[in-house]
């Protein structure tokens, strides 16, 4: 494929995508299934279990959705500013930083913590360090691929401009996060702490978490939704709904900074950020309901098509445009944007109680993984399904039915882990709640790894070759 002027693309990086799925399967979802069987059986743990559980959050954070959102768009970005990527040797740079500088993390901080002797402990502290640097370079290598090759997008570009606030939004997270976490763990690498400062690095999983993965799910949602799902043509004010998650973002964030600062007007600012909750939860709402993913209430895109799809055509599955080949992703797409909905109610209600001075019921943990186990883990595996075999010139996923197999055990996964704490009021006050609800936070871990497992199952047999080839006669 080639843009206007003949120059041509490069092709999809399926190393990102194998990468994310290696993170995933072993210091992701595979320490989230240690550290829950471990919570929910009550047994026994060593004093390494919160720096594995630090671990755990960064691996999942910049491995299993950051290297899936960076291989993604590194391919589909530039096909969307019409120009091809700068510098297409980069990525593969891009790649070997990253995982490397991940990998490195997550297995020396938990060791770190282990209180083994030296010359060991030294050298793991030195490896802390220097994942740190890895990692840093590694995320503005890709910033910087990324904001040359938008900048060079052809001017009218109408598609891109709809979706340009959020990536923006997105690009300034990449390097606030990895800053940040770069110096957390540079400094409990050569400080030698055991862990990494516990407020400091919950607010960079909340950048993470708002200004690099909702945004980016967000512009990927309004520009392939309709086409995937054949949801409503996008002509609301998209950009408009950006600028105000912007500033929601600015109000819940910057009193945080200022408390962590110690910033002597910190307390004069602390009410800023309940409104800012009140504030994303209502516009990520609003999103949703435009966006017409969940009633579907609007008539598609194609409705004004003529003669679409002939009759000569074979029928596509009711109400979208595919034969089935790439399983029932939708079903993963819906549930994620059902958790979605729910994280924005949560947050809506909670910034509202604090400004009425009542004490919010919610854990700030099942916020976290409503965004995290639950929107933006449901969503990839369902785009990953939908999107990765065309990437790859497939015409078809290897194993269709799998992909609700996925779907099954992704969302047990998620509710497993967020309902025991996000009803832990009422479970406590039910007969065999408790219990069950423990049984049940045991076994999400387990769950979401192996949904995470069927998945590279899926793909890997996609990308060797048992999927028809999309240029095959
Ligand atoms: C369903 C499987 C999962 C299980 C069982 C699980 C388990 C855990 C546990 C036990 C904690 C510690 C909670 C606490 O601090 O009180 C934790 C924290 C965390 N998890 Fe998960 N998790 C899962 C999925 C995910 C996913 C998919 C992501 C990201 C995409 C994620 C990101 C995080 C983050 C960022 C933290 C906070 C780490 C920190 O405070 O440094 N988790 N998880």
Redesign the pocket.
Known sequence: MSDSRGRSHTPFHFGFVLASLAVALTVG?GY?AI??VL?GFQLPMGNWWVAM??A??HA??LG??GLFIIGVSLYFLPRLAGTPLRHPRLPAWILSLLTTGIFLRAVSQPLLAAGLEDPVHTGLRWTLGFSAILEIAGVFCYIFLLVITLLGAAPNRAALQTVRIFLAIAIVGWGLYSLLAGALAFHAGFGNNRLLHIAW??FG?GLFTGFVILPTAMAFSVRTFPLYLRLPAVRWPVARYGQVYLLALILIHVPVLAQLTGTSFASSLAHLSPIGKVLRGGVLLLFIWKLDILFRWYPPWTVNRIGEPGPERRPTRPGLPDYGEFGRFELLLYAAFVFLALAAAVELLDGALVLFRVASPFDP?AL??TH??GF??LLLLGMAPRMVPGFLHKRKVAFPGLVVATFYLATA??IC?IAPLLLAGILDRVPYGLPVSMTAFGL??VL?WTSAAVLACNLWMTWRGRAASANAP
């Open positions: 979802f989230a550290l829950a919570i559980l630090q755990h959050g999942q954070l299993w959705i690095n919950r999983i943990d976290r993984h995290l186990a933006i883990t996964a998620a882990r999400s871990g979401g």
